[in-house]
């Protein structure tokens, strides 16, 4: 048994577990207070009059009968199609995420196998073009996409996308091929391997949580883009994120809340279930990036 000396005093248990329980509230209201309101009228959730109205549904009841509607996804996903820019957000990062993990396990790889001097400078660079703001790289695109006629197409965001998200990827699959060991190379050169083969066979099982992890996180800043695909995307092309504004409408033209509000908690559920879902491989991934050697 542990001594007294190393047991934890009560009161240390009772306030770090009171804060992870405060914390986990904060953290979880917004998205299910997004969730009850989507069942709702705009009348009821937004009430000025008495905020209680988004609980009982009151002017929810008296329009349909009951104080629980699913009018704003109809509305959403039947009168204005926002399954076609799901559709069209899922084939966007399914081709970032695919073209930023192919670019980036081969440079990851032979960054981190190089021994010239160049490589610290390449990755500096990268660095450099993610910290820019994606507004200032996406200006520098609209000229030619207006000219060659090839604004408002999926495939020229996908291209803007994995060249702002490919420093990233770059960056932390050179961490992670760096965190394993030489010696795995020049064993399998041994045996009878070509590099490629090595890498292929020996060096990419050994790292597969750390190819899963940054996939997802190519996918989240694919799935999460506003500024590229606002700009980029015509109308008829938009992805979720850019058309859950859209409902929200302008100063000019007249928006619908609460479709953004359904549209918001189909484009959020998703990625709770991702993460859910791949949450083993990403804690093994990020600590497989953390531990050198």
């Excluded at 986990?24 to 917004?30: H, K, R, S, V, Y």
């Excluded at 329009?63 to 957000?89: D, H, L, M, Q």
């Excluded at 495939?155 to 702002?164: F, G, K, Q, S």
């Excluded at 795995?184 to 292929?200: I, N």
Aim: charged share 10%.
């Amino acid at each position: 048994m542990a001594s007294r000396a190393q047991r934890t005093p009560a009161s240390v248990l009772l306030l770090s577990n009171g804060f992870i329980v405060l914390w986990l509230i904060i953290a979880a209201f917004p998205f299910f207070w997004i969730l009850w309101g989507s069942f709702k009228v705009e009348l009821d959730f937004f009430s000025i009059a008495d905020w209680t109205n988004a609980l009982t549904g009151t002017n929810t009841e008296a329009a349909y009968g009951r104080p629980f509607t699913g009018a704003g996804y109809f509305g959403a996903f039947v009168t204005e199609g926002f399954w076609r820019n799901g559709i069209n957000t899922l084939i966007v990062c399914f081709f970032v995420v695919c073209t930023s993990l192919t670019i980036g396990t081969l440079g990851g790889y032979a960054l981190s196998r190089s021994g010239f001097r160049y490589t610290f400078w390449l990755l500096i660079i990268a660095l450099i073009f993610r910290a820019m703001p994606p507004a200032t790289l996406v200006a520098g695109y609209l000229l030619p996409f207006f000219e060659w006629n090839l604004w408002g197409i999926l495939p020229t965001t996908i291209v803007v996308l994995v060249a702002i998200n490919q420093p990233f990827t770059l960056w932390m699959l050179h961490s992670f091929f760096q965190s394993i060991p030489k010696e795995l190379d020049e064993s399998a050169k041994v045996d009878g391997c070509t590099q490629f083969q090595a890498f292929r066979h020996v060096i990419i099982p050994v790292m597969w949580p750390g190819v899963i992890t940054t996939g997802l996180f190519s996918f989240l800043l694919a799935y999460n883009d506003y500024v590229v695909t606002t700009v980029l995307l015509s109308e008829n092309n938009r992805t979720m994120v850019p058309q859950i504004a859209a409902f929200l409408g302008t100063t000019y033209t007249e928006g619908n809340v609460m479709f953004a509000v359904s549209a918001v908690v189909s484009a959020t559920a998703p990625l709770f279930i991702l993460v859910l879902f791949f949450q083993r491989q990403i804690v093994s991934g990020l600590t497989a990036g953390a531990v050198k050697g």
